[in-house]
Every structure is written in C-alpha cells, then in structure tokens.
C-alpha cells in the first residue's frame, strides 16, 4: 500500500476537523485508489484523535443492499451518546438524519470465529438492540456528493451517534417493522420494513471479518449501529430530532 495518498487525505480530514472548515473533495478526488487505503485513513486520523483501543467501541455498517460491498467506520467514542442527547455545543458541517437499530456483542468473537461466521449464525452473538440516530455529516465540501472513497475514509460521513435505552435482542419479523421520525416542526415521518438490507443483523458477520482483519478479537459489549431506515433526512441547528421504532424503542437528539 502506498503510503503517501493515505498521509495526505488524513491531512486533509484532521485539518478540517481542527479548523471546522470543510475540505475541498476535487482536490483528492483521484489520490487514494481502493478500499485499504480508505481504512488505512480511517486508522490513521484515529490515532490522531487519541482512539487508541485496540478495537473501538463504536462502530458503524451497512450498505444500500445484500449484493453491494458494505462498508464500515470505527466512531470516535466523543461523539457517542445516550439518549436523550444534546448536540447544540457539537462541530457539525451537516445535519442529516438517519434512523437506525443499533446491536450489541454479548460475548467475545475472535477472528477465526469471524472468518467462519455466516450470516445465518451471527445474531446468535447480539445480547441487545437499541434504536439510534446517527447525524451525517461531512468534512468535505461537497458533502454527499464527494467520491466515495473520500467518503469512506471520511468514516463514512459520520458526524454523531445517539443510542437509546438496550432492551434483549430477540429474531423479528424486520419486513413489518414500523419506524417514525420527527424533525423539529415538519410532519413525522413513516416508514415500514425499510432497512435496505432486509434485516439489520445480516451484516454482523462481514462487519465482524472487517473488525477482526488483523487478527484481533473483537470484544463483548462493542456495538454497531446497522444502516438507516429512513434514507437521510435533512435536519438544522434548533431541531428536535425524535426517533421511533414500534416494540423496540425511540431516541432523540436537540441539535
């Protein structure tokens, strides 16, 4: 792996976190050339932030479908916090809302465990689920619109996490699963068996594999939060961000 493109889009992303400037995307548009060097900017700029643990805490998955390659981002622990949340003193470029289900490891997973998991046996290792708010933002200028490895290396476009009250996990009919989100004043929001990938646990086993890459174990407790319900929803400073996930829980976030 080439190591200069990596220092350099790290640099970039710190320099815009530091300055709460966003960076401009066309000037790295061709620098990293596939999904290691992406990762290798996400480990990078969280050794800079001090996420020195050997497996972070915090992470999120997903993708817009079961036959696309997912991808993954460890979460700063800073900008992980419970419901009911308060993000009016927290740097955001963007403010976009996703509804998600966040779920918890219940016990260790090593990474031959990982490498050999199926999709199939995965929940079996989920002790608890919670609903969450994930709020998108960007160190890029343009935002959604920036390449996707830009996007990637940028953690996926994560900005903060809120995470409700845990309750057991237990297999559900997730095609019936209702979701309603409210952003400040505009009318709620409906939705109804529309995680894209069908059922928000199928990812644990290639999300497990990508924590687990370099041989490490990941540990009981960590969480994952499993990709939006409800697309992303734009939201501003002042909203009152409320999440609902019928039978499961709600979360919030004052932004």
């Known amino acids: 792996m080439t190591t200069a493109p990596v220092e350099q889009v790290a640099q970039a992303l710190l320099a815009a976190r530091r300055d709460r400037t966003p960076c401009d995307a066309e000037r790295f548009a061709t620098t990293l050339s596939d999904a290691a060097q992406a990762y290798a900017v996400q480990d990078a700029v969280a050794r800079a932030l001090g996420e020195d643990d050997a497996v972070a805490r915090y992470w999120k998955s997903g993708g817009p479908s079961r036959e696309t390659p997912l991808t993954h981002a460890a979460l700063p622990a800073a900008g992980v916090w419970k419901s009911p949340a308060d993000a009016r003193g927290w740097p955001l470029n963007l403010r976009l809302i996703e509804a998600e289900i966040a779920l918890r490891l219940g016990r260790d997973v090593t990474a031959a465990q990982a490498a050999a998991l199926t999709p199939e046996a995965a929940p079996s290792l989920i002790d ?119 039978g499961v829980g709600n979360a919030s976030v004052q932004l």
Do not use: Y
């Not at 009250?165 to 109804?192: H, L, M």
């Not at 370099?214 to 961000?241: Q, R, Y």
């Open 128 to 246: 608890a689920m919670a609903v969450s708010i994930e709020v998108v933002d960007s160190r890029w200028r343009q935002g959604p619109q920036a390449p996707a490895l830009l996007k990637l290396a940028d953690l996926q476009s994560h900005g903060a996490l809120v995470v409700g009250e845990w309750r057991p996990f237990a297999p559900r009919d997730w095609s019936q699963q209702q979701c309603t989100v409210e952003i400040g004043s505009a009318p709620p929001r409906q939705f109804k068996g529309s995680h894209s990938l069908g059922d928000p646990a199928w990812l644990l086993a290639q999300w497990l594999r990508h924590v687990a890459r370099n041989g490490a174990t990941v540990p009981a407790g960590t969480v994952v939060t499993t990709g939006t319900w409800c697309g992303m929803l734009p939201a501003s400073a002042g909203d009152l961000v409320e999440v609902v996930f019928e």
